[in-house]
């Protein structure tokens, strides 16, 4: 009778640790478990604290990046001014006088399409208001929301035809800036390619070259840029020679070394100026590369957050054997004509000068591929 009541006990203690782990299996299974559990899903959970850092500081840090730009933008024309003007105006007066116009064309539209990108609003869907259309209801502002439009949580506010909240603008980019952002875009590219071109030239001859600028601040005789002085012998000491003996009478021997020091001075700037260019290369293949992406995505009736979803309809469609349409895609050639405005009569003008056109329609309501389909199909059958 003892032996099996120890038996007992020890089948129990056995069994205790293996059952207590099962259950804190299964509770932690039923607190953790999700249908929609994936890779993605983990990654979003763990990505989590950067979000909320993201979300929470990038509204406060907006005007710092916007004040980073502008202060490296006029970095990079002050500098230009200093160096690229007088060299361009000694190599060829009439060169210059273009360069300068295309310069300061560029500069006038990257800082237009900048401060607009910035001042103007993205679009809200108005509040109190019958909307024509809503699609859904916004989980957190608790309204209707038109087709095309979402939520910016840095914003707090639902943005019309809502593309990307843009730390460097300190604004959302959406209907009414979308433009603007794109061309200012395009315009910064251009312009560090415009530097990058007619600076090389510049940069080549003073670092590697001659230094032809030397002769440009100062006009001085081959013989008479010397390194060192000439001396006199005394009895005690070398004495710097401040004339020299020409025509039978002493003439004073010129100054060079402010010269010297000019001309230090300059080509240290050029080689500091040399480490700027790759900052601006830089600039040229990052924003370049997304300028083309955001081309891509136009040219398809996009925003950036439509291609991830259209991407993912595209995918759950074929998964079906069916084609996905974007019902915002109405060709290359119309999309690029919606997305800049040119309508009603616009043109190539409101594009390569600044202006302040608006985009077509109002951000409420949207016409739609199917649409036009809808009213073929009826024309035909009337």
């Not at 299996?25 to 899903?41: A, I, P, R, V």
């Not at 433009?179 to 090389?200: A, D, K």
Request: charge should be positive; aromatic fraction near 14%.
């Amino acid at each position: 009778m003892l032996l099996n009541f120890f038996k007992i006990i020890r089948v129990k203690i056995c069994r205790t640790p293996r059952r207590w782990y099962s259950n804190m299996k299964l509770t932690f299974h039923s607190l953790t478990h999700n249908h929609f559990m994936d890779q993605g899903y983990v990654a979003d959970t763990l990505m989590e604290p950067l979000f909320w850092f993201v979300e929470n500081f990038t509204k406060v840090l907006g005007p710092f990046f916007v004040l980073a730009v502008c202060a490296l933008t006029s970095f990079v024309v002050g500098v230009t001014y200093y160096l690229g003007l007088p060299y361009w105006w000694s190599a060829s007066p009439a060169a210059t006088v273009g360069l300068l116009i295309l310069g300061h064309w560029l500069l006038i539209n990257v800082v237009f399409n900048f401060y607009m990108a910035c001042v103007t609003s993205p679009g809200h869907p108005p509040q109190g208001q019958l909307i024509p259309e809503a699609v859904s209801i916004c989980k957190k502002c608790i309204s209707p929301k038109p087709p095309r439009t979402h939520h910016c949580s840095i914003c707090d506010r639902c943005v019309l035809k809502m593309d990307h909240h843009c730390p460097w603008l300190n604004n959302c980019v959406g209907h009414f800036n979308h433009r603007y952002f794109f061309m200012y875009m395009v315009y910064v590219v251009t312009g560090c390619l415009y530097i990058m071109v007619f600076g090389f030239s510049l940069a080549w001859d003073e670092v590697f070259g001659d230094g032809a600028y030397l002769q440009y601040v100062h006009e001085v005789d081959e013989e008479e840029v010397l390194i060192g002085h000439p001396v006199r012998f005394n009895h005690s000491k070398l004495i710097p020679m401040r004339e020299r003996m020409q025509n039978g009478s002493f003439h004073p021997i010129p100054d060079l070394e402010p010269v010297i020091k000019t001309h230090a001075t300059y080509r240290s700037t050029v080689i500091f100026v040399g480490l700027v260019v790759g900052g601006i290369t830089s600039v040229f293949v990052a924003l370049g590369t997304l300028a083309y992406w955001h081309a891509k995505i136009i040219s398809k009736g996009e925003t950036s957050i439509e291609y991830y979803i259209n991407k993912s309809e595209t995918k759950r469609y074929a998964e079906n054997g069916l084609i996905y349409q974007n019902p915002y895609d109405f060709g290359l050639l119309a999309n690029w004509k919606l997305f800049l405005g040119l309508t009603d009569g616009r043109g190539w003008r409101h594009i390569l000068l600044p202006s302040r056109h608006l985009p077509k329609g109002t951000g409420l309501s949207w016409e739609t591929t199917t649409f036009e389909i809808l009213q073929s199909d009826t024309a035909k059958e009337k």
